[in-house]
């Protein structure tokens, strides 16, 4: 079992791709072709949970914040970043960590939210757009049929669709069985136009092999934005429960089920309002509590909401901020489903080690 298994786990269950433009999720330290010991799941990768990885034996630490978020300009372990970055190098411990990506994936983290409290997931908060891009390539007309078969080529390995040719001049070509003649539009023209749907990510990725295999025939290559939206993927989520609780009966669900000693609430958790529609997002999640309201949320569960964001809209929603760690500790639990589901023996581990880095007093 290598690394790149466990990750490739992971990967499936939340791409990469569906990470914020700002976040760092993905391989952080080490190699994806180490043969796997065992893994270690927790929050944050502090030195004391790698010293724990490499007392259990686990050379694989995955993550929910990344260890690295910021570029590091020396490593010198004067920071606790550093000391861990350190820490896993010489001790050949492999960190990978899925933040916004798990944020953003169904099931990932506001699902689970939701699933503890039992309540029914209803559509995202902010759905995730322009995850797919249009590419294009133009070559010379003769070179068309090759650069098609190129396109198709790479629709397996890099997830491409809508195949089309835009524009060419008439060419003969025979194409794959079973595949309906994209040259067959004719039209006055020196250059062919050919475009496929790939995912943002990989876009880079296919101009490069695209220009490998055309050469001096390639003429441009270019991606397009797409607005394409799937109401499952994405930050926060609306949720609703069979039968209505009150506030109080809410709050102390939310605090069992996220093992929260405390929970800052706005002035409705005074009333008796029956609440049976929920909005939920792990972490920082303060930004969307408009969208909660917009969405017809009597109650919205996160954390570090501001002390403005209770002015303007306590009076209006239930909010209920059960801290930071509270809210994303049961990223563990996501991946040690993830895990166990594909590889059920493998030995797996929540980290002892870490703790709330918050102390109530």
Same mark, same amino acid.
């Given at each position: 079992? &290598? ?23 993905? &391989? ?33 630490? *995955? @993550? ?19 000391e861990a970055v350190a820490l896993a190098i010489r001790n050949g411990?492999?960190?990978? @960590? ?11 983290? @506001? ?19 322009? &995850?797919?891009? /249009? ?24 997830? &491409? ?6 524009? *060419? ?14 040259? @067959? ?46 109401? /499952?993927?994405?930050?926060?989520? /609306? ?66 909401? /501001? ?55």
């Open positions: 079992m &290598l690394n790149g298994n466990i990750i490739s786990a992971i990967e499936e269950f939340a791409p990469p791709v569906l990470q914020e433009s700002w976040d760092n999720t993905g &391989l952080q330290v080490g190699s994806r072709r180490a043969e796997c010991t065992g893994v270690l799941l927790c929050v944050d990768v502090t030195p004391a949970v790698v010293n724990e990885a490499v007392n259990r034996g686990c050379n694989l630490i *995955v @993550s929910h914040h990344p260890l690295i978020f910021k570029g590091l300009k020396r490593i010198t372990g004067n920071t606790p970043v550093e411990i492999t960190v990978y @960590s899925s933040h916004t990506a798990a944020d953003s994936a169904v099931g990932g983290v @506001s699902y689970e939210m939701a699933r503890r409290l039992g309540a029914r997931p209803d559509g995202v908060l902010s759905p995730l757009r322009g &995850l797919n891009v /249009r590419v294009s390539v133009t070559v010379d007309r003769e070179a068309a049929p090759t650069a098609l078969i190129s396109f198709f080529d790479l629709a397996d390995t890099y997830g &491409l669709s809508e195949i089309k040719t835009v524009s *060419v001049d008439a060419v003969s070509s025979e194409m794959p069985l079973g595949v309906e003649d994209p040259l @067959s539009e004719v039209r006055d023209s020196d250059v062919a136009v050919i475009s496929a749907v790939a995912a943002r990510a990989n876009a880079a990725t296919i101009g490069e092999r695209l220009a490998e295999s055309l050469g001096d025939r390639l003429h441009g290559f270019s991606y397009a934005n797409i607005e394409d939206t799937d109401s /499952r993927i994405g930050l926060g989520l /609306r949720a609703v429960f069979d039968e209505a609780v009150t506030p109080s009966a809410l709050i102390a669900k939310v605090k069992d089920a996220f093992d929260s000693p405390i929970a800052r609430c706005s002035g409705l958790a005074m009333s008796d309002t029956p609440i049976r529609r929920i909005a939920l997002c792990g972490g920082s999640g303060g930004e969307f509590i408009s969208a909660a309201l917009r969405g017809g949320a009597q109650a919205y569960i996160s954390s570090d909401i /501001r002390y403005h964001d209770f002015v303007d809209y306590g009076n209006d929603i239930l909010i209920i901020d059960i801290g930071h760690y509270e809210s994303e500790s049961c990223t563990k639990e996501i991946f040690y489903r993830v895990i166990k589901e594909k590889f059920p023996n493998f030995a797996t581990y929540y980290s002892e080690t870490e703790q709330n880095p918050i102390k109530y007093i």
